[in-house]
């Protein structure tokens, strides 16, 4: 069946370290991806996203990764700061019509200072 | 804007009790969504809607009911709780459908049956 899930519930790294957060699809049918954030008491908040037409996508202080051969995403957030803590989810949308946006269970960061 | 505003915050009910979540928006986001997230997991779809007037069932939606009158309102309706829709509800809005774009979300009302 279709799954988003995550290779770790939590990761903790030092601020100021590199963090990356994995994450693993089974639908090749997937076209679209989003990493959420969801600080303590909040709802998710967009990160960034991808199309299945890319590999690689920056935006400010983070990169998704996408390889679709594995069917792995990974999101890469440069000189982590505190402000950075939080459950990052990725999200996957088939592209079989209607809205079936897949949500994997997150990964919990935890900077240290 | 205040983007996606959702009440109560936090609500215990008893089973059989019925209540409403209130959801509104103020983008004039066409699309409208209600998730679920249990403790630990991920985001499940109950109900979602395309326009005024217009709404569909997602993943989870049992138990729910949703009604869209206009574009910036879309409650969730609880009929007879039940301790297994204890849980933390999230609504969401889109400019475009799923897919095409990211969702705004609320940030959630939490309820408790008991």
């Known amino acids: 069946g279709e799954s988003v899930g995550l290779h770790l519930p939590t990761l903790s790294v030092q601020e100021g370290d590199n963090s990356i957060i994995n994450c693993a699809y089974s639908?090749?049918?997937?076209?679209?991806f989003i990493w959420y954030k969801q600080e303590s008491g909040k709802g998710p908040q967009f990160i960034i996203d991808i199309r299945s037409n890319m590999d690689k996508r920056q935006g400010q202080r983070v990169t998704v990764l996408l390889n679709k051969t594995v069917k792995h995403l990974s999101l890469q957030i440069a000189a982590t700061q505190p402000g950075d803590s939080a459950v990052y989810f990725c999200?996957?949308?088939?592209?079989?019509?209607?809205?079936?946006?897949?949500f994997g269970a997150g990964t919990r960061l935890f900077v240290k200072a | 804007n205040a983007g996606v505003t959702q009440t109560p915050k936090f609500r215990i009910l008893k089973i059989g009790q019925s209540m409403t979540l209130q959801c509104t928006q103020d983008m004039n986001h066409n699309y409208m969504y209600w998730y679920r997230q249990d403790p630990g997991m991920g985001l499940k779809l109950i109900y979602y809607s395309v326009g005024a007037g217009i709404t569909d069932k997602g993943e989870v939606p049992n138990g729910y009911n949703v009604s869209r009158s206009t574009t910036e309102d879309f409650p969730l309706r609880l009929e007879l709780a039940a301790p297994s829709q204890t849980s933390v509800y999230f609504c969401a809005s889109s400019y475009s459908g799923q897919g095409a774009g990211e969702l705004f979300f609320g940030e959630g009302s939490r309820l408790t049956v008991l």
């Open positions: 639908n090749s049918a997937s076209d679209y």
């Open positions: 999200a996957e949308t088939p592209n079989t019509g209607g809205f079936k946006t897949i």
